[in-house]
């Protein structure tokens, strides 16, 4: 399993709203997606107030890079949770 | 519980034995620690792919921050693994 760890830097007064639609986006969205296999959220971090982090598990990395955004399942998981950002989110993969 | 999601710059010819070493340390030193919940393994980065990544699950901050870091296992923690490391570790906590 590929592990994508997400930090999202959230505008201050979007916190409740975001937490709202990301888990909205996870529930619906995700789980339509070919070779996802969990979604982790861990929260807020308490260095930078701001920033959200959670993690999606992918059965291969190509499975998100190229099969989740290159489909319409991405604009629908970027219209729930986009509006929220403050600036473009920070990823990275890792595998065991 | 509070998360803490540690980003370590492995030497780049260390990766089996720094591997090996944090297996050890997270089975023998963690479980020692007052308030220690679970320890997950992330992996190596994709990007960077001489970046480690693993999360040590807290009761509390102070567990982590306080109890743990000012304490004997920490200087034994840091002996197993801190030889391997290039640089000194990326941590932070989050909260949900």
Redesign the interface.
């Known amino acids: 399993m590929?592990?994508e760890?997400v930090h999202i830097d959230v505008l201050p007064d979007h916190h409740e709203q975001f937490e709202q639609d990301l888990a909205t986006a996870a529930a619906t969205v995700l789980p339509q997606a070919r070779g996802f296999v969990e979604f982790t959220?861990?929260?807020?971090?308490?260095?930078?107030p701001d920033v959200y982090?959670f993690?999606i598990g992918w059965e291969t990395?190509e499975d998100h890079t190229q099969g989740f955004r290159d489909s319409a399942l991405f604009e629908q998981w970027r219209a729930l949770i986009g509006p929220h950002f403050a600036q473009p989110p920070v990823v990275?993969?890792?595998?065991?």
């Not at 959220?41 to 930078?48: D, H, L, M």
């Open positions: 590929i592990l760890l959220p861990a929260g807020w971090c308490v260095e930078r982090v993690t990395l990275e993969h890792y595998a065991r």
